[in-house]
DNA sequence: TTGTAGGCGTTATCAT
DNA sequence: ATGATAACGCCTACAA
């Protein structure tokens, strides 16, 4: 069955194929009559545009592309939520490919991007892409790196959060609420912002309350930390302060706490969290104070900053972090 | 800054336009030699191909559509995942487009596919547009049904799970734990199969061993089944059990039971789940069954079933059912 | 207001 | 093995 395309329509309603292209995308000048007998037309030969063509014409694509590094995270899908309910072009239509945390895979989803003519390109990186990104950047690729900074001559717009100071004031309050404690810090990621940020940030609260602590590297996974707890308990056995910088580590260390039910870990092993858990409420005995985190909105000033580089309203290279709170 | 297309590889490197989409493509046949110089002329040029154009041409996309609910969904993004590592041709493409539970936006998404030219759809209905549906179906577009059926004359391709038998033996094994109780039976979406067929598996367990219950629409909705819960409490003071036919009214259910600390709910009230929550296993004295689901094994086969779909073998309707696990 | 026709960048047929 | 060239379906000067 052959594809119906406007020559189809022209045809049916005697007009030529360029009516049919004004009366289609809304442009130009047509007779009321004309536009009537076109839209006829199209009904009964059930008419669709061909995207693909129309992009190659316009030299445009309509397609945003965005790439995580994986599916499975909440953060990352309340900011996509947040990037999808605020962007108000409806014609624009979302890639959203997972980098798998692997770089080969990252370059080869921006590459694919610049191919297929993407208008914009939202990047949660896993780092190590610098320079291919500055290409793209070169070639007038719009693109916006969200969470995790890209470290790149001339800069790249960034929006994402205050880790440094978050990870301050959370350490901060944490140490007032459990004074004369041993402490455990709990990091990972060190080699992207995220990472190395929040270790600053709390690094220099400890290092202002000449608070002594244990480095851990929970690498942001949930099974690690939980691996983790029991060598804690072996070091602290009398307890100690757990100041965990990655909401997902935070979920291991909660899960840790509460494997063995006769001991109680809560008063003795209480936990800062850098970013919220499911039933958090329910944890508020391990948890005393914990980074809330603001994807959505986040997501919704990707969305806004995206829509100006689309209007070109965007010369100057942003930089904004959304500010979190402290519970 | 113009684009370099292939016409000025071709230039550079002294043969045709012909000859230079051959070697891009691996195909036909090059002389080393000239092969080289295309090479180099398009390192020297930085050329990469127009994905637009190609697809033009070939009327194709390398575009496979996804359309789920809502992006804030574990299930969903397991699903995904599970798509998305077992599909093996490289050069295809996901398209993921939330439908926020509207029928009319789930249309709009499928039509832009349509115009996309994509070359299957993996489809998450919210419901309601089963007459579209068909009609894609009649333009022989490629298109996968998955964990919500769709309704429809002449059938379409279904994998997901077996509702109504995993629903009866979650009920039966939970009857036969807290035999001589009062049962709040929780569900929810009964216009969709994976709301009515859970029901139905329930409700003949129930009736099987002639126990009455109570029925409450929760809505799949975490908030609702909170605040339903004290409903329960004023209905039923000494205590019932409850079966939540969604994972997401488990975990309201259990925050409403978690609230007040000092009222010790956990045996008076004991839960079975469809679906897994997040820390269970804390959680175990509540919830004292429930079903395990596959959404990653879902998702490969979804993705198995696309690959032979594309490769043509795939001439029959299929409907697959992937076995849940009662825990 | 309408129609003609060229071209977007690529692929693929058909000569050579 | 290679090149010339006609599409793919659409948009848009430009002319009428």
Same mark, same amino acid.
């Given at each position: +069955?052959? *594809?119906?395309?406007?020559?189809?329509v022209?045809?049916?309603?005697?007009?030529?194929?360029?009516?049919?292209?004004?009366?289609?995308?809304?442009?130009?000048?047509?007779?009321?009559?004309?536009?009537?007998?076109?839209?006829?037309?199209?009904?009964?030969?059930?008419?669709?545009?061909?995207?693909?063509?129309?992009?190659?014409?316009?030299? #445009?694509?309509?397609? !945003?592309?965005?790439?995580?590094?994986?599916?499975?995270?909440?953060?990352?899908?309340?900011?996509?939520?947040? @990037?999808?309910?605020?962007?108000?072009y409806?014609?624009?239509?979302?890639?959203?490919a997972s980098?798998?945390?692997d770089?080969d895979?990252?370059?080869e989803?921006l /590459?694919?991007?610049?191919?297929?003519?993407?208008?914009?390109?939202?990047?949660?990186?896993i780092?190590?892409?610098?320079?291919?990104?500055?290409?793209?950047?070169?070639?007038?690729?719009? =693109?916006i790196?969200v969470?995790? *900074?890209?470290?790149?001559?001339?800069?790249?717009?960034?929006?994402?959060?205050?880790?440094?100071?978050?990870?301050y004031?959370?350490?901060?309050?944490?140490?007032?609420?459990?004074?004369?404690r041993?402490?455990?810090?709990?990091?990972?990621?060190?080699?992207? #912002?995220?990472g190395?940020?929040?270790?600053?940030?709390?690094?220099?609260?400890?290092?202002?309350?000449?608070?002594?602590?244990?480095?851990?590297?929970?690498?942001?996974?949930?099974k690690?930390?939980?691996?983790?707890?029991?060598? !804690?308990v072996?070091?602290?056995?009398?307890?100690?302060?757990?100041?965990?910088?990655?909401?997902? +580590?935070?979920?291991?260390?909660?899960?840790? @706490?509460?494997?063995?039910?006769?001991?109680?870990?809560?008063?003795?092993?209480?936990?800062?969290?850098?970013?919220k !858990?499911?039933?958090?409420?329910?944890f508020?005995?391990?948890?005393?104070? #914990?980074v *809330?985190?603001?994807p959505? /909105?986040?997501?919704?000033?990707?969305?806004?900053?995206l /829509?100006?580089? =689309?209007?070109?309203?965007?010369?100057?290279?942003?930089?904004?972090?959304?500010r979190?709170? !402290?519970?």
């Amino acid at each position: +069955m052959k *594809r119906v395309t406007i020559k189809d329509v022209a045809k049916r309603a005697n007009v030529s194929t360029a009516t049919v292209s004004r009366v289609v995308n809304g442009i130009g000048t047509v007779t009321d009559d004309n536009r009537d007998k076109v839209q006829t037309a199209i009904k009964e030969l059930n008419y669709f545009v061909n995207t693909t063509a129309s992009n190659l014409k316009k030299n #445009s694509s309509n397609v !945003i592309g965005i790439v995580i590094p994986t599916f499975t995270n909440e953060y990352f899908m309340e900011l996509i939520k947040g @990037i999808e309910d605020s962007f108000v072009y409806s014609e624009y239509v979302f890639y959203i490919a997972s980098s798998k945390d692997d770089l080969d895979k990252e370059k080869e989803i921006l /590459q694919k991007f610049r191919e297929s003519n993407v208008e914009g390109v939202i990047l949660l990186t896993i780092g190590g892409n610098e320079s291919f990104i500055q290409e793209l950047l070169k070639m007038n690729m719009k =693109i916006i790196s969200v969470e995790r *900074r890209v470290e790149i001559d001339g800069g790249i717009d960034f929006i994402g959060e205050n880790n440094v100071e978050a990870a301050y004031e959370l350490t901060k309050k944490f140490l007032s609420e459990i004074p004369y404690r041993d402490v455990v810090l709990l990091g990972g990621y060190e080699e992207l #912002s995220i990472g190395h940020e929040r270790i600053e940030g709390a690094v220099k609260a400890l290092q202002e309350k000449k608070q002594e602590y244990t480095y851990l590297n929970g690498h942001f996974n949930a099974k690690i930390s939980e691996e983790i707890f029991p060598d !804690i308990v072996t070091r602290y056995p009398n307890g100690c302060g757990i100041i965990s910088l990655n909401n997902t +580590m935070t979920e291991g260390v909660i899960r840790a @706490i509460h494997r063995d039910e006769e001991k109680d870990y809560s008063s003795k092993y209480p936990v800062a969290s850098y970013g919220k !858990i499911k039933f958090q409420s329910i944890f508020k005995n391990n948890i005393i104070a #914990s980074v *809330r985190q603001y994807p959505y /909105q986040i997501g919704v000033e990707v969305s806004n900053r995206l /829509q100006n580089k =689309i209007d070109g309203n965007a010369s100057e290279t942003v930089t904004k972090l959304i500010r979190n709170t !402290i519970d």
